[in-house]
């Protein structure tokens, strides 16, 4: 079952930093934050997850709090192709376990 | 990385009749999942496709009406059965990999029933 809450949209201006937020306040300590994007008409695409300290990659950074009781994804220069919905996910990082969405952050990037 | 192929990308159904969804991974992979998304919605997970075995299916699901089958490590088929305009939906396969690090999907099914 889902256990994050998300806005459920927002819009960002081509160039600058999208700030995604992500709430799951009753995340276990062996929860880890995944972050999933959906373009319209494909499937979901992995960006990135991590458990308590700060993660980046090529794609996005995800910035956990402390008490890890929120998340933020940053896409440092959104581009209109980074128009998708953002799922937020938490989940027990092990073969098996399943991935449950949330409905979500339809993120707009305008020119 | 895994790449996953479904087939067919899309159909349009009469209803009361059956469509078989195909699921190709292009490497073995330890789990593997079928997920709906009705219009306008985020996805749903129906069931789990286990090699060799009985899939597991979420609440609300049921084998009589989505059977699945998984005879190997790269494939697996979702059947919607006796379908009804209500089952009008994208279906998703979903793969991982040994570790369960992160999860890999097709482009999804786009079905239509009329």
Known sequence: DAKTTQPPSMDCAEGRAANLPCNHSTISGN???????????QGPQYIIHGLKNNETNEMASLIITEDRKS????????????????????????????????TGTSLTVIP | SAVISQKPSRDICQRGTSLTIQCQVDSQVTMMFWYRQQPGQSLTLIATANQGSEATYESGFVID????????LTF??????????????????????????EAFFGQGTRLTVV
């Open chain 2, 76 to 101: 697996s088929t979702l059947t919607v059965s006796n379908m009804s305009p209500e089952d009008s939906s994208i279906y998703l396969c979903s793969a991982q990999g040994d570790g369960g690090t």
């Open chain 1, 31 to 41: 929860e880890y934050v995944y972050w999933y994007r959906q373009i319209h008409s």
């Open chain 1, 71 to 102: 998340s933020t994804l940053i896409l440092p220069h959104a581009t209109l192709r980074d128009t998708a919905v953002y799922y937020c996910i938490v989940r027990v990082l092990d073969t098996g376990n399943q991935f449950y969405f949330g």
């Open chain 2, 65 to 72: 009406k989505f059977p699945i089958s998984r005879p190997n």
